[in-house]
């Protein structure tokens, strides 16, 4: 079966960094475009990054261009999201998702996998 799994969450410092890797299993990892969203406490679940299935960039979010990077490594079926000069903001769990089909996808329902998350917490 599909599996995501999340790793590489902590508590952290404003400025600070942090890579967070997702590994999947169960499918043509090489094939789909991949996702790492955000949902912080009281809000909606937000689009961070989309990476193609060849490593382009497809999508930032405007908030974290600059300093976010998003990556994948096909041979070991894992999508990363590198962050750098982290702000309290950024405080959230993070989920990677398997785009559902081709074609950008930009909403939460347009994929189909998720991981269960990661717990990212920058203090001030």
């Known amino acids: 079966q599909v599996q995501l799994v999340e790793s590489g969450g902590g508590l952290v410092q404003a400025g600070d960094s942090l890579r967070l890797s997702c590994a999947g299993s169960?499918?043509?990892?090489?094939?789909?475009?991949m996702g790492w969203f955000r949902q912080a406490p009281g809000k909606e679940r937000e689009l961070v990054a989309i990476?193609?299935?060849?490593?382009?960039?497809?999508y930032t979010l405007d908030s974290a261009k600059g300093r976010f990077t998003i990556s994948r490594d096909n041979g070991k079926n894992t999508v990363y999201l590198q962050m750098n000069s982290l702000k309290p903001e950024d405080t959230a769990v993070y989920y990677c998702?398997?785009?559902?089909?081709?074609?950008?996808?930009?909403?939460?329902?347009?994929?189909?996998?998720w991981g269960q998350g990661t717990q990212v917490t920058v203090s001030s």
């Open positions: 990476i193609s299935w060849s490593g382009e960039n497809l």
């Open positions: 998702a398997k785009a559902a089909g081709f074609g950008l996808r930009l909403r939460p329902r347009e994929y189909d996998y």
């Open positions: 169960g499918f043509n990892f090489r094939s789909y475009d």
